[in-house]
Nanobody
Framework: QVQLVESGGGTVQAGDSLRLSCQAS????????MGWFRQAPGNEREFVAA????????YVGDYVKGRFTISRDNARKTAYLQMNSLKPEDTAVYYC????????????????????WGQGTQVTVSS
């Protein structure tokens, strides 16, 4: 079992930055790819970014590319999502997730590829 707890959300102005953290506990964090997803009211949960469990490979969705960065610190069992130049359309509940991938370099992007989820943290961007 892996437990995930997100933090760092809040209400900001357009153009501001936030850094979300995802603290993991339980089984070996370094063996899991990590991902961030978001869900706005009335919308489906969508992929934001993923990072492999080894090698530091990352991928971010096209609509946040150049503004969001995903990273991880295996010693701290924490994944991060740095969000810059925030826009009102980034308003959503942000969830982190862990995937026990066979390939160390895998970058899962589908909801069903993830095994564990946090409870989410609200990000609200006002114009």
């Amino acid at each position: 079992q892996v437990q995930l707890v997100e933090s760092g959300g809040g209400t900001v102005q357009a153009g501001d930055s936030l850094r979300l953290s995802c603290q993991a506990s339980g089984r070996t964090f370094s063996n899991y790819a990590m991902g961030w997803f978001r869900q706005a009211p009335g919308n489906e949960r969508e992929f934001v970014a993923a990072i492999s469990w080894i090698g530091g490979r990352t991928y971010v969705g096209d609509y946040v590319k150049g503004r969001f960065t995903i990273s991880r610190d295996n010693a701290r069992k924490t994944a991060y999502l740095q969000m810059n130049s925030l826009k009102p359309e980034d308003t959503a509940v942000y969830y982190c997730a862990a995937a026990n991938t066979r390939l160390a370099s895998a970058l899962p992007m589908g909801i069903n590829e993830y095994d564990y989820w946090g409870q989410g943290t609200q990000v609200t961007v006002s114009s």
